[in-house]
């Protein structure tokens, strides 16, 4: 019913930091569309620019950044359009976020009930004090935290690094929002708390129907929840597509360096895991043509002299390399 | 499995003519050889922590203009008085009570004689109780020529003029015969050109330097003073930080290296330090240790000190004061450097290494510590200077004749509702060297420690 | 918690009569004795021997010094007031009331104008009302109290003729106006300067992103979530800022020709009246220390991480 109507557009988002050294183009020129209760994973390393277009999304971005470019549309609203009011009204209401470090991402010297409540009263100021509470509360108890009358009366101190960020997505879900952009919510925590998390997450996304933005590094968490993937680098996509797509038809070079990097349970446990050569490139000077080019160790003449174009190597699935117009075919079904 | 490549879109390309499409050459789907994709990634010249820090700190276009600001306080203090004539101490009796750029009666006349002759000597502008030159051998060189003479009686009221192309070059000229700066009458003066053995040496001048800030009640020149009492207070701001330095940083080493139970007491040393209110001790100590000192000072025959008497107690009582309760400040501070370093995992690797404790401290630690102590020490300058003001400013720190910039505000406030400018000086002079002091100190945290800066 | 004050309480004792021994110590450097000069009648002497016990080993007179002390006798004057109980002199002829009400004045303008300056200085950062705020703090941070103090004199008594030049014993409401801007003038720049960087410091935390990024309004997101973090640092300065508007007091109450305990104090130490200083120096002392744990309790209730696990640093 909502298939021609995304939920969120981005079409072609610049971001830049200006920074006494020069421009930094954290987001080069991004486009994608994210579906009503859709799940997508955004990965990359470290400085592929991930979390500055999601913090654009939400206008987060802190100062030396700024978007210089491109559109982003929320059910048909420009965000990069609103005021100042309105981005407010829009923050929390209908889009929200959780952070990577839940340790430090709660008010201290708050309660988490007075921090739940505020979630809801910032945006209906019509809603009394008990039903704020009783909400909150719910909300807690629906993230899984028991015992929630009393933890509503406790400080972020009180609680573990995995109960802070259940009240975290507690406070990010309390107003219902259509969309949770969820910028690393596991790497903080022990592995076993991330599975809890992770597992949390996905129910609440059938309970709820939120889209979920999900932003890591880390690729066993998308496979667990995310329906698309995009991998990021230098601040450009370079492969979009099914999270089955990416895993099991990996196109470019980098998305099948990521994958031959991790480990996997389900090949025999006998291949060599292949780390990707080099380092990430400096943003202030980015090469001319494509940007993985020099760490690439398929790197064709080309390569270094022009960025490359997207191909469509599958149903919704894309990949910006040369390799593709070479050999004219994807090279399926391998890893 | 194999698509068409026409299903590339949004290009949807031939595949014969892919070259043209993109209007590539035949060798561009070739492999890049490895230094084609070298030559790609231009790393950025490293540069040092202090190249950066240097670079950071000139950046600091406040920082800089403060530290010019503080250069010419410094220039002020320590080659300003090589450049006027007057003397800190010299009371001199015609000239008290000037306003900025006044002259006396006296100091007129022969301003306005100073015009119509090449140069002179004056008693009138002579310093101290007489201002006369008694009798004896006196000296003057002028224009590579030598001029000894010898006085047979006392002189005063008197101008000694040169005219070196006249006849009789040397001039003795009565004030009272100088109208309107011309003299009406002279006597010659008899010179040869060996001087005697105990000849004095006369300086000529050939103007009559004013009084830039005025005069005291006393006839002391009061920019002599300011220089001289912001040298003093310079002084007492540098050695009192560098006191607090050695012993803070030494106590604070010590305690983070050593850290269990050694950490354990020596901070609770420093804790009961930082609760006490310093600066009632401080002026008890100010009190207590006067006469102890002025004892140490007689008794004592030595270079340090016959140096530290000549400071005098009220000085010496301030670094110790520094010595005893100051340095907690930066004990805390290295402390917490050396700990937060000992965690860090190069330190631990380095000591996995083998590395030894020494090479440890000076490869790691010490280079790390740099930072914290240059801005605590910098920092430290201008709140010494500021306590010593203070003490000076309520009778105690340094005493008559020496001067310094508290000591002269408190002076100048005996007068103050008659002469609001011999406060202005000094406290300008001193507000100004705080001010610098303090914005270097900020810059020099912003370059160092750029962590702190957001 | 209250094991936490009790503790403190306790260190603050044991700081105290650390003190006392220190001053006691020191003025016993002196050639003679703490409570005796030169020139000590034979009368003054008869009396410090019987209860000093001058004659016996420098312990005792410190026990008998510290148990007078304890019940309140703080010993004679022998220069200024010659004879007069130094407890009378301190407290019965209303010096540390006049100075009391100086210093909490001060003390009370320079947290009330400090921190809503910190705080715009913090909100519009980079403005021209930033500007003008930073470099009126940072002038303000370089200017000795002293200076002040006699500028303002000149300017608005003798030049003016605003307010009296002799503020006497403070009988009304303008004679405090002089002396309270000098002496609190440092302490509002430094409160000011200090809490727009912790504000700054604040803003720049995670928990104001997350704040943000629930829709907070902007003025909610600065008097809720970033200033109450920010005030704690303000909060420990206050301790320091006590002990210095005390040593303030000394040259803004000599300008003034205030007659409260710090002009006092300085008249007493330059004619080295050495019963009055000791006890001054005990009673201001006790006082900083007293405020000290006031403020440090304050700390404690405005951050409750450190409320429940009472521990130091």
């Known amino acids: 019913m909502e298939e021609n109507k995304p939920l969120l557009k981005v079409q072609d988002l610049k971001v830049s930091f200006f920074t006494p050294a020069g421009e930094v183009k954290a987001v080069d020129g991004i486009s994608y569309t994210l ?113 929630a009358e009393k933890r509503m009366n406790q400080y972020p101190h009180e609680f573990s690094g995995g109960m802070r960020q259940r009240a975290m997505i507690a406070m990010a879900l309390i107003c219902s929002p259509k969309l949770l952009i969820a910028d690393e919510p596991t790497t903080a ?64 070079p980098y998305t099948k360096g990521l994958l031959t990097s991790i480990p996997r349970l389900d090949e025999d446990g006998l291949e060599r895991l292949i780390p990707i050569e080099g380092t990430p490139i400096d943003l202030l000077d980015p090469p001319k043509g494509c940007s993985f080019g020099p760490r690439c160790s398929q790197c064709m003449k080309i390569c270094l002299r022009e960025k490359p174009p997207f191909a469509e190597v599958g149903e919704e699935h894309i990949s910006a390399c040369w390799l593709h117009f070479r050999d004219g075919l994807p090279k399926g079904d391998e890893v | 499995m194999k698509e068409p490549f026409a299903k590339l879109s949004p290009f949807h390309v031939n595949p014969d003519s892919i070259l043209e499409t993109f209007g590539l050459k035949e060798d561009d789907f070739a492999s890049a050889s490895g230094e084609e994709k070298e030559s790609m990634v231009e790393m950025h010249k490293s540069i040092s922590y202090w190249q950066d820090a240097l670079r950071r700190f000139r950046a600091n276009t406040v920082s800089m203009v403060a530290l010019f600001v503080f250069l010419l306080c410094l220039v002020f203090a320590f080659i300003g008085p090589m450049l006027i004539p007057y003397d800190y101490s010299e009371q001199y009796r015609s000239s008290q009570k000037l306003g900025p750029m006044e002259y006396s009666k006296n100091e007129e006349t022969i301003r306005a004689l100073s015009k119509n002759v090449e140069a002179f000597y004056a008693t009138g502008l002579r310093p101290g109780s007489l201002t006369a030159l ?8 002028y224009k590579g020529k030598t001029y000894a003479f010898t006085l047979e009686k006392a002189l005063d009221k008197s101008v000694i003029v040169m005219q070196s192309d006249a006849e009789d070059p040397l001039r003795l000229v009565k004030e009272s015969n100088i109208k309107d700066g011309v003299y009406t009458d002279y006597t010659a003066i008899a010179y040869t050109e060996t001087a005697a053995e105990d000849a004095t040496v006369l300086k000529l001048r050939t103007y009559v330097f004013p009084h830039v800030f005025g005069t005291d009640s006393q006839g002391r020149d009061i920019m002599a003073r300011t220089m001289y009492g912001a040298r003093v207070s310079i002084i007492i701001g540098v050695v009192a930080a560098l006191i607090v330095l050695v012993i803070g940083s030494l106590y604070g080493a010590i305690s983070g290296l050593c850290g269990g139970p050694v950490d354990f ?69 290295i402390r917490g450097q050396v700990l937060q370093l000992k965690k860090q995992e190069y330190v631990t690797a380095a000591t996995a290494l083998g590395a030894s404790n020494t090479r440890i401290i000076a490869k790691h630690l010490l280079p790390n510590c740099i930072g914290p102590l240059v801005i605590t020490t910098c920092l430290q300058i201008p709140s010494a200077i500021f306590l010593e003001s203070f003490l000076s400013f309520l009778g105690l720190g340094v005493s008559a004749p020496m ?17 609001p400018y011999r406060l202005v000086f000094p406290a300008v002079i001193l507000t100004i060297i705080v001010l610098t002091l303090n914005l270097v100190g900020d810059g020099l945290r912003d370059a160092l420690d750029p962590r702190l800066k957001k | ?83 007069t109980p130094v407890k009378d002199i301190i407290f019965h002829q209303g010096k540390f009331a006049l100075s009391i009400k100086l210093g909490a004045c001060a003390l009370v303008i320079a947290v009330l ?126 301790g320091p800022v006590l002990a210095g508007i005390i040593t303030g007091s000394f040259v803004v109450e000599s300008t ?12 007493c130490v330059l004619s080295r009246d050495y019963p009055v200083i000791m006890a001054t120096t005990v009673v201001l002392s006790a006082l900083v220390i007293f405020m000290m744990l006031i403020v440090d309790i304050t700390y404690k209730l405005v951050d409750p991480r450190i409320t429940l696990t009472a521990k130091e640093e």
């Open chain 1, 35 to 147: 579906g009503y209760n859709e799940v997508m994973g955004i990965v990359g390393e470290s400085g592929s620019g991930k979390s500055v277009e999601a913090y654009s999304i939400i206008g987060l971005l802190q100062d030396p950044g700024k978007v210089t470019g491109g559109s982003i549309e929320f059910e048909g609203e420009d965000v990069l359009a609103f005021t100042p009011a309105q981005m407010r009204q829009f923050r929390g209401n209908k889009v929200s976020m959780i952070f990577q470090n839940p340790m430090t991402c709660l008010n201290p010297v708050y309660t988490i009930g007075n921090q739940l409540t505020e979630a809801l009263t910032c945006h209906d100021s019509s809603i009394s004090k008990e039903e704020a509470k009783k909400r909150a509360i719910e909300m807690l108890e629906l993230v899984g935290i028991n015992n």
């Open chain 1, 189 to 252: 925590l022990d592995v076993t708390i991330q599975a809890q998390i992770l597992e949390l997450m996905k129910s609440l996304q059938k309970k709820e129907n939120t889209s979920i933005i999900f932003i890591t590094h880390n690729l066993g968490v998308v496979a667990e929840i995310c329906d698309r993937v995009t991998v990021m680098y230098a601040g450009r996509i370079v492969e979009q597509g099914k999270v089955n797509d990416i895993f099991y038809r990996p196109q470019h």
């Open chain 2, 134 to 141: 008694s009798k004896g051998n006196y000296v003057i060189s």
């Open chain 2, 265 to 333: 007491v020596m901070m609770r040393i420093v804790e009961l330090i930082y609760s006490i209110p310093e600066v009632l001790i401080v002026l008890l100590l100010q009190v207590v240790l006067k006469d102890p000192l002025q004892a140490w000072f007689q008794s004592g025959t030595s270079g340090f000190v016959k140096a530290m008497s000549d400071l005098g107690a009220g000085i010496v009582s301030i670094f110790i004061t520094f010595a005893v309760l100051y340095w907690v400040t930066m004990a805390r501070i």
């Open chain 2, 403 to 419: 001067a310094s910039l508290g000591s002269l505000c408190s002076d100048a406030l005996e007068t103050i509702t008659l002469y």
């Open chain 3, 1 to 83: 918690m209250v094991a936490y004050i009790l503790k403190r309480v306790a260190g603050s004792i044991a700081i105290l009569l650390l003190i006392m021994v220190v001053t006691f110590l020191l003025m016993n450097a002196i050639p003679g004795s703490p409570f005796l000069t030169e020139k000590s009648t034979p009368e003054q002497i008869a009396l410090a021997e019987a209860k000093y016990g001058l004659d016996k080993p420098l312990y005792v007179q410190l026990w008998n010094y510290i148990k007078n002390y304890c019940v309140g006798d703080l010993g004679t004057s022998l220069k200024m007031q010659e004879g």
């Open chain 3, 113 to 238: 104008i400090g921190i809503p300056l910190g705080c715009i200085a913090a909100y519009y950062r980079g403005s021209w009302i930033d500007g003008l705020l930073r470099v009126l703090t940072t002038v303000g941070v370089a200017v000795p109290t002293f200076v002040l103090a006699a500028l303002l004199l000149v300017v608005f008594s003798v030049n003016l003729n605003w307010f009296p030049t002799l503020s006497g014993s403070l009988p009304d409401a303008k004679s405090y106006v002089l002396p309270v801007i000098s002496l609190s003038f440092y302490y509002t720049c430094y409160i000011a300067k200090l809490m727009r960087t912790s504000m700054l410091d604040a803003i720049h935390q995670d928990y104001i992103r997350t704040a943000k990024a629930k829709g907070v309004k902007t003025h909610i997101l600065v008097l809720k979530h970033a200033l109450r973090n920010s005030l704690i640092p303000v909060i420990t300065y206050l």
């Open chain 3, 256 to 267: 003034f020709s205030i007659p409260g305990l710090g002009k006092y104090f300085v008249q």
